[in-house]
């Protein structure tokens, strides 16, 4: 029972990272829920919105999402009319997934309120706090996280 109780720095580290994570994304979604929407909802809708029409496999590489999951998420997504699925012309067993004129429309009204509650949960860290993170968090980086699905933000001076 002793070892359990004498784990190192990085595990310390990995388990305080998992649960601050998880901590602040569900702060954020519950944002997301009044909006009826999940975060896989929304995050679906967030990169079709900036990468135009994507093969669902696609989407599942920027979301780090397994195919299946994203199949659910765009089944839901589609039945309530915020995008399209769309064979194909030269591959028919390609289908891309784009957004329609509504959930364009909704991810435009969620966006803004959805950065606010980001901002306000990472408020805590000044610029130069926030840019410390990220380079750590870039020492860890794998290359399916290097896929963003942020729009590109203006080089600010922190």
């Known amino acids: 029972m002793g070892d359990i109780q004498q784990v190192d720095a990085k595990v310390r580290a990995y388990v305080r990272l998992i649960r601050t994570a998880e901590t602040l994304h569900a702060e954020v979604s519950r944002g997301l829920a009044l909006d009826g929407l999940t975060a896989s909802q929304f995050s679906t809708l967030k990169v079709l919105k900036l990468q135009g029409a994507l093969a669902q496999r696609d989407i599942a590489k920027y979301l780090l999402k397994s195919g299946g999951n994203v199949t659910m998420v765009v089944d839901n997504l589609e039945r309530e009319g915020l995008v399209l699925r769309v064979r194909d012309t030269e ?27 980001i901002r306000s949960v990472i408020g ?35």
């Open 124 to 158: 805590g860290l000044s610029d130069v706090g926030c840019d410390e993170l990220i380079d750590l968090l870039d020492q860890l980086a794998s290359p399916e996280t290097e896929l963003e699905c942020a729009p590109e933000a203006p080089a600010v001076a922190s």
């Open 91 to 117: 591959d028919r067993r390609i289908v891309f997934v784009k957004l329609t004129a509504l959930g364009e429309e909704l991810f435009d009204k969620v966006y803004p309120g959805h950065l606010e509650r």
